[in-house]
């Protein structure tokens, strides 16, 4: 069944390449439409979104910009709840539409953080694009504007996300395997 091994778990396919990419260019599409004309400030969400959010901006056809950011809440599998912040956003952001893109919307603490910072430097809109968002694990009130896919509550890794720092690499997505 193709399972692997990334230090003391395995993990078995889940969600392939394909399907990501389908799920991409669906999701760019809804953006390309909903925020032509405003030059909007893509914000990506370092170390997992790297990947999802190279793809998606390469399907982005309307005038837009990209900056990184970098946030860590996670240990192992688990949200430790704390939102640490390695590394904010130097541009101005006033009066700007951002969309901010995240790998994973899981128990939602990372961007209902995000969100707070960003509220307080005055941008006209924010957005949140997000890979994969699992709602039965969300804790905050908080809306993904553009979800790609929907999944359970299980832990996965590949395209960018990660266990322990291992399996962004892999192609496709991994989910545990208990
Ligand atoms: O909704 P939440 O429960 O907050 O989880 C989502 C966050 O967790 C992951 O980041 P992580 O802290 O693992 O850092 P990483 O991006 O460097 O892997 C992911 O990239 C999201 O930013
Ligand atoms: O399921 C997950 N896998 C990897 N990183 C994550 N960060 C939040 N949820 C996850």
Redesign the pocket.
């Known amino acids: 069944m193709n399972t692997i091994q990334i230090k003391d778990k395995k993990f078995v396919p889940y969600i392939d390449r394909k399907k990501i990419q389908e799920a991409i260019q669906k999701v760019a599409a809804r953006i390309n439409e909903d925020l032509a004309g405003q030059n909007p400030l893509f914000i990506c969400?370092?170390?997992?979104?790297f990947v999802f959010a190279a793809d998606l901006f390469r399907e982005i056809t309307i005038d837009s910009e990209i900056t990184f950011m970098?946030?860590?809440?996670?240990s192992g599998t688990q949200?430790t709840g704390r939102?640490k912040e390695i590394q904010g956003l130097g541009e101005d952001i006033t009066e700007r539409t951002v969309v901010v893109v995240?790998?994973?919307?899981?128990?939602?603490?990372?961007?209902q953080h995000i969100k707070e910072q960003l509220r307080a430097r005055n941008p006209k809109d924010i957005r949140v694009a997000s890979l994969l968002f699992k709602p039965e694990?969300l804790k905050c009130d908080i809306k993904v504007d553009y979800v790609a896919l929907e999944i359970p509550n299980a832990f996965i890794v590949g395209y960018g996300?990660?266990y322990d720092e291992q399996g962004r690499n892999l192609k496709d997505i991994y989910v545990i395997s208990e």
């Open positions: 969400v370092l170390n997992g979104a970098r946030m860590k809440s996670y949200s939102v995240e790998d994973i919307v899981d128990t939602g603490y990372t961007i694990a996300l990660d």
